[in-house]
Each structure stands twice: as structure tokens, then as C-alpha cells.
């Protein structure tokens, strides 16, 4: 398995796959969470409170770079939609659930929604947690079944 790691993120392209896509979800995601706040002053503040929900963004935007890299790099080498669609759709639903954050804008957009919209958001608030951990659990299984399956169907060579 650490062989295949070592092939894919070799190439330097992969490496800045892995940093874009980390930050273009860790940004968004500090913001909507309320790590960071732009008016009135540029502040990022982590409340002792607020470390678990933080340390979560952190790893669901880690575990996405790599699904989504690794994921790349295999449709790349791979080339046949029938083989790769698994993978994609596992990471796809992985990385937006955690994506779903209870922030002002999910709170706003939700409330609009009248009754069905303060159930929905009473529901994010109670489970913010668990789904974010069941998202980095089907990011954890798509990284590995991505890693097996580049050993063994692509044939990877050291």
C-alpha cells in the first residue's frame, strides 16, 4: 500500500492535486464553520469547545485531497469509465457529507424551509459530529479500496 502512496504522489502534480483540492475544502469549511471570519477584522479563532469540530474539517479535507488525487491519478491509468465509477461516487458522497456544516448560511437557506427546515437544522446541529465522522469513515474505505485496486488491477511496479 505504501508502495502505491509513493508512486502517485512521486510526481509533482499529484502533490499540488493533493494541496489545491485540500484547500479549496478547508477554506470554505473554516469559513461556513466559523473559524475564520473576514469583517471586521481578519480573525481565526479555535474555542477548546470547538477543537473536535476543527481537528474533523482538518482530517475530512485531508482524506478528500487524498481520495480525489489518488482517484485522478487512477483515471489516468485506467481509462475505462465501467471500472471507476465506485471510487468516484465514494468520495463524491464522502466528501460532501462532511461538507454540510451548520453554519449561519446551512442555518438560513434551512429555515426557509418553515417546519421541515427547523427539524432539518436541529438534526445538523445534534449529529454535526457523527456525520462528519462517518464521512472520514467512507473516505478512510474509498482511499483503501482505490489503493487496492491500483496494486492489483493497474499492475503499479516499483
Known sequence: MNNTFGIIYSNPSYILILIGIFFLLFIPLIIISEFLFFEPFLVFSIYPETTLSFSLIVTLSLFSAFAVSMNIYRVKLIKETKKIGSSIIGTIIG???????????????????????????????????????????????VIFVTTKSLSRECKVKS
Do not use: H, K
Not at 434551512?110 to 457523527?130: C, D, H, K, M
Open 95 to 141: 466528501a460532501s457529507a462532511g461538507a454540510c456544516s451548520c453554519g449561519p448560511i446551512a442555518f438560513s437557506i434551512i429555515t426557509t424551509f418553515g417546519t421541515a427546515g427547523s427539524i432539518a437544522s436541529s438534526f445538523l446541529t445534534v449529529y454535526e459530529v457523527p456525520i462528519r465522522l462517518t464521512s472520514i469513515g467512507i473516505l478512510v474505505i
